[in-house]
């Protein structure tokens, strides 16, 4: 089983509509969690890190729940731009990351 | 800006031939990291290094080797190649302690033939 694992949709979504999905992780000592965006052929970068309150940043909004260990990430108001794939990450007690093998978002017009 | 500059973007080679990827970053991150890409797997950890001259195996580290000879710079060497070692490689790098931020470079997408 899989550490770090997310649905590959892809997820298709009207401009302007919300999108949300998960990500479920196995190790319940995980520490750390984050949610990154890699664009087609592009690298991974850091969309925003998720705390145990839940947080938002701008359209972005991030939860954590430990109880059933996954953890979520909603697009509100989707931009064409937001079409990209999102990695979910996964740190234990030492720092080591897992990654997911992403979920994939498509913004049409 | 943070930039981690791999050295090759493409890459296509023969079964048994040495592969060098370099990767170079101008932050003066402690930590270095090699990663593969596959569809469907996610990223995989190779090798990590937290010091220059130091390394340490990830998940992944049959048919590779690294050196870390300066800190900015992190290689990957496959000794001899294979057809299964065909894969997206990305280096990252961050600053000691900081966990989850890693910042990548583009990748280096290398085809053994």
């Known amino acids: 089983r899989k550490e770090v694992e997310q649905d590959p949709g892809p997820f298709n979504v009207p401009e302007g509509a919300t999108v949300a999905f998960n990500c479920t992780y196995s190790?319940?000592?995980?520490?750390?969690f984050f949610w990154y965006r890699q664009d087609c052929r592009k690298e991974p970068k850091l969309l925003m890190s998720?705390?145990?309150s839940g947080n938002e940043d701008g359209r972005f909004t991030a939860q954590l729940n430990r109880a059933s260990q996954y953890i979520s990430l909603l697009i509100r108001d989707s931009k064409l731009s937001d079409s990209a794939t999102y990695l979910c990450?996964?740190?234990?007690?030492?720092?080591?990351?897992?990654f997911g093998a992403g979920t994939q978002v498509v913004v049409t017009p | 800006d943070v930039k981690v500059t791999q050295s090759s973007r493409y890459l296509v080679k023969r079964t048994g031939e040495k592969v060098f990827l370099e990767c170079v970053q101008d932050?003066?991150?402690?930590?270095m990291f090699w990663y593969r890409q596959d569809p469907g797997l996610g990223l995989r950890l190779i090798y990590f290094?937290?010091?220059?001259?130091?390394?340490e195996k990830g998940d992944i580290p049959e048919g590779y080797s690294v050196s870390r000879e300066k800190k900015e710079r992190f290689s990957l060497i496959l000794e001899s190649a294979s057809t299964n070692q065909t894969s997206m490689y990305l280096c990252?790098?961050?600053?000691?302690?900081?966990?989850?931020?890693?910042?990548f470079g583009e990748g280096s997408r290398l085809t053994v033939l």
């Open positions: 990450v996964v740190s234990d007690s030492w720092g080591k990351l897992q």
């Open positions: 990252a790098s961050s600053f000691r302690g900081v966990t989850g931020e890693l910042f």
């Open positions: 932050m003066d991150h402690e930590n």
């Open positions: 998720v705390y145990s």
């Open positions: 190790n319940s000592a995980s520490q750390s």
């Open positions: 290094s937290y010091d220059v001259k130091m390394k």
